[in-house]
Structure formats: structure tokens, C-alpha cells
């Protein structure tokens, strides 16, 4: 169980309080210093006023090191508590480590000529070992909490630049990770339009011409070879379409906005989608039925954008692999979950040698699966299914439901 940590203010008060209450216990012990013709209770306002200085000691560092030192004086000759003793030199401590720079100079220089001073008092009026011992002391009261503080402000100081230091190399290292995505963006984008665009293009204008020698033969438009022409050039134009909406959106770094000439095929154009599908299956004894149940409403865009591909691609495989019969599509729509259904007449082992095969599989299941939903394709009977579940709704990474 993690532990709650102070806030700075809490901290100076539990200094101040320790600090209180161990001065108070030595007082009732009686273990201090005291001097001949001051009263007993004179060693307690000392303590009480360093005590109150410590609650300031991070806000106003000058002032609480420059009242502690008069205090601290006074308390030597009022009574030599260490409990005054132990919090004048924590001011010391802090007014080094949350003061301005210059206040590490400042005491290094006081602190050494009350050293000295004292020091040398004593050496003229008492012996050299009584000097030496107060060398000692004095150096750790007045010296030792400045070299302490001012050492924990370097490392400090240091950790702060390391930080920021690795702050900016993470900063790089992302910026370098975009520009190497954009520039592989663009490098598929490249290849997508050299190869693919291209070849859709060819496709399109052959189909094109195709029709118009058919016609010039005066062919009708019922004419199979004219209809099959037709079909491969509409679907090549969406193709071409869509596939120059893809190098669009891959050469596009994020900082653009988004071309809104294209609009991201949804549900609502099934009924299309359906009719392409009739057209091209008409030959292979192919026909196609679609029941909606449920209100549509309005469907986040990802979610109606997978889910037409899962029809799109559904219909393919039944143009691809399916025997003759009747390819049945139900969409449902239920107040939480956009259920689709595909059965089509299934033959074994059929199409299983065509380039891309179970890659339209793996594409459907990926799609359900970054939505949340679930996918099941398969063998039921004398029927392949396709089993699609999405959620209407989307949760983003607020925790915000959006339709």
C-alpha cells in the first residue's frame, strides 16, 4: 500500500512540532545549559521563536536565518538548549537549499567568521584545547548545515538538468520516429501510385474502350460481354478512387487538413454495393438478397466504414468461391451492436488457389477486433458464414462514449 506523502507545508510543521515537543521534554529534564542569574524559563522563548521560524523556513529562507542567528546568540546566554540548537542550524540547512545562490556565500562567509572569532576568543582566554574544541563545535553548527545544503542543492541542480536533458532527447527521438514514418508514408505512397493507381488505370481505360467498340458494333447494352465490360470499368473507377483517397491520406503528415472530397463509404451505400454484386454474379447463377432489421440511426464512422467493408468483402468472396444459389445479407441493428450476417452456397476447396486467398478473412477480424467487436467465418451446412459483431458506439481514451 502506497504511503500518502507531505506537502512542503506539512513538512515544515512536523519540523516545528518535533523540534517543540523535544525541546519541551529536555526543558522538563532539565538537560540544557544553564546560566548563573538568568531565570529557568528564559530557555523557553528561544525555543519557542525557532520553533515558529521553522514553519517559514522554505518561504522566506533570509528572514528565518537572519532571526534563528540573533535567537540562537541569545539562546547561549539564556540557556544552551539542543533542541534550539538542532533547528538553527536545519534554518541554516534550508535557507542554503531554497534560498537564492548568493545565501551559500553569504553563510560560508559568516558561518567561517564566527569560527573564527569564537575561536579565537577562546584560545586568548582559555587554553588551546578548549580553542580547538570550540573549533570543532562551532564548525558544525555553523558550517556544517551550509557544506550540507549546499551540496543537496548541486545534486539537485544536476538530477533538474538530467531530467530536462532526457526530456529533450525523448523530444528528439519522437520527432525523428515522425519523420521516419511520414518519409515511409511517402515512400508507400510512391509505390501505391507507380504500381497499383496505375495499373487501375490501364484496367479503366481498356474497359473504357472495349465498351465503345461493342457499341460501334452496334451491341446491346444487355449484350453479356458489354455488361461484364461495364462492371469492370465501374469498379476499377472506385478502386482508382479509393485507392488515390489512401496516397492521399498517407502522404498527408497530420498537419493538413483533411480532404473532405471524398466521403468514407458507410451502410448507406449497400444498396450499390448489392447491385455491382447482382451485375457480376448474374453469370455465375448468383443472386443477392438483403433484409435490415432495426433502425439504423446514425453509426460512428469507423464503425460504418468497417462494417460495409465486411459486407464489401463478404460479397467478393461469394463472387470468388461460392456455387450458385442465393447469398442471403442481414444487418441488425440493435440498440448497442450493429450484427451482420452473410450466407452464401458454399463449395469445398473452391478458389482456394487465387492470389489473396484468406487474406480477406484475416483483414474482416481485424477490423471487428480494433472496434471492440467479434468475427466468426466458417462451414455451417451447405452454407459459408460470416458472422460480424460492432459496436454502435466508440469509447475514446476520456472514457466519453461517442456515436
Known sequence: MRRPTLTPRQEDRAIALAGLIGGLVLIAFKVYDHSEGVPRWAVLPPLLITAG??????TRPILTVTLGGAVFAVSIFTGALIATTIMYTDLLYASVLYGKPRMSRILHLSGAGSVIVLSSLSFLYSDAPTALAVVVITSLIFLGPVWTGD????HREEAETQR?????TALLSEMDRRQAVVAERSRMARELHDVVANHLSAIAIHATGAQSVARRQRRSEEDPLVAAMGVIRENSV???AEMRRMIGLLRDSGGGEADESYAAPDLGAVDALLAKARAAGRD???DFDLAERGERGKLAV????AAYRIVQESLTNALKHAGPGRVRVLLEYGPRELCIAVDSPYRADAGRG????????VGMRERAGLLGGSFEAGPEGDCWSVRAVLPRELVTEEGERRA
Not at 551540496?151 to 548541486?154: G, K, Q, T
Not at 530536462?164 to 529533450?168: G, H, P, T
Open 53 to 58: 521560524l521553522e514553519l517559514f523556513r522554505r
Open 151 to 154: 551540496l543537496v542543492r548541486r
Open 164 to 168: 530536462l536533458r532526457a526530456e529533450q
Open 354 to 361: 487465387l492470389p489473396g486467398a484468406r487474406a480477406g478473412m
Open 238 to 240: 472506385q478502386g482508382l
Open 302 to 305: 469507423p464503425v460504418g466504414l
Open 284 to 286: 455465375v447463377g448468383l
